[in-house]
């Protein structure tokens, strides 16, 4: 359950080299079968769209799929959404190839296949289509959009018949209709939040092709260079599950992000720390080589760091009635708005994946 923190490892200090095994195995498996593996899945998708006739080789779906859950089943700070939008396309890729069409049609297909996969890995259907419609689809019309949501609801429904109906976050507070309108003034501080949250998406995507070059930099060994990444990603899981009780920036983080949804989390400062270590964290493990998107990176970006603004202005302004759970579902969007540039996206995701009424 990735809601539930993982339990405390037998190996003790040892954890520290568990990512790093599972590095030697992503090295192997990327540089070996399919290079487009390596990376956030959605960049490669886009290029495969616009530079190479909508053409993804299949053997990408079968790579993507074992180096991503290797990468986040050793520890990796890395998300499932870019591999699931790398394997939806190659599949509409491969149907498209399979069946003589025109490029257009074949784009129309691994657009229709990225968001199929999302709706059923997240069951958010409409974020789904937003997702296509802002990122996917070089043109829109009735056609394309057709398409779109033919494999949408019925990659919703499947996904629904094998893994439930709830969502990616089920608070029940959350989704219980509030009709109480939030005073002027409070809705004005989410004017100076969405500037702090624009700023810090900059460092995370700056970030990442900043750790990416300096990674290439400094060896063309792709082995040495993965490694030396986990095994700084081990030693922070250490330090965390020594000093703080739990891993929290291992793997895709939803159960620090459902603590925080709880309020059970009611240290700013910690907050801020989490940012910070799951920043680094993410740039280490995407800058030196694994497989995985920076989608779920980001919602956790966005809780932690507007968990702890709201936790100051509660400190500083308690008469304002302020919830510290609303600044953190407002710096999900934002974290995903700002770092993917898809606005109704991060909007229409985050409202399906919190049932937040």
Avoid at 75 to 82: A, K, N
Wanted: hydrophobic share 55%.
């Amino acid at each position: 359950d990735a809601n539930v923190h993982t339990a405390l490892s037998p190996w003790g200090i040892w954890i520290i080299f568990v990512p790093v095994l599972g590095a030697l195995v992503v090295v192997w498996l990327v540089k070996t079968f399919a290079p487009e593996a390596k990376g956030h899945g959605v960049p490669e998708v886009m290029y495969a769209i616009y530079m190479q006739e909508g053409k993804i080789r299949p053997v990408v779906a079968v790579i993507k799929s074992i180096a991503s859950a290797i990468s986040i089943g050793t520890g990796g700070s890395v998300g499932r959404e870019g591999p699931i939008v790398q394997i939806g396309s190659t599949f509409g890729s491969v149907l498209g190839s399979i069946i003589r069409m025109p490029v257009r049609q074949r784009n129309i297909l691994i657009a229709a296949g990225a968001a199929g996969g999302i709706a059923a890995t997240f069951n958010t259907p409409v974020g789904a289509l937003a997702f296509a419609v802002e990122l996917m689809l070089t043109s829109i019309s009735a056609s394309s959009l057709f398409v779109v949501v033919t494999s949408t609801v019925t990659a919703t429904y499947i996904g629904r018949a094998f893994l439930g109906v709830t969502p990616s976050f089920y608070i029940q507070a959350l989704s219980i209709p509030n009709f109480n309108l939030m005073p002027a003034s409070a809705l004005a501080i989410f004017v100076p939040f969405g500037i702090i949250v624009g700023l810090c998406s900059v460092i995370f995507i700056q970030g990442l092709y900043w750790f990416e070059d300096r990674f290439d930099g400094m060896t063309e060994n792709w082995y040495l260079r993965h490694i030396l990444g986990m095994f700084a990603v081990g030693v922070m899981m250490y330090l965390m599950i020594r000093f703080a009780g739990h891993y929290y920036i291992e793997g895709v983080g939803y159960a620090t992000i459902v603590d925080i949804l709880k309020g059970l989390i009611t240290h700013p400062w910690f907050l801020l720390l989490l940012v910070f270590a799951k920043l680094l964290s993410t740039f280490l493990t995407l800058g030196s080589g694994a497989s995985g998107g920076i989608f779920s990176p980001a919602l956790f970006l966005g809780a932690t760091l507007g968990g702890a603004f709201g936790l100051f202005l509660q400190y500083l302004f308690p008469g304002l009635g302020i919830q510290p759970i609303v600044f953190a579902i407002a710096g999900m969007a934002g974290m995903i708005g700002g770092a993917t540039g898809a606005v109704l996206t991060a909007i229409t995701m985050v409202t399906e994946m919190t049932h937040d009424s």
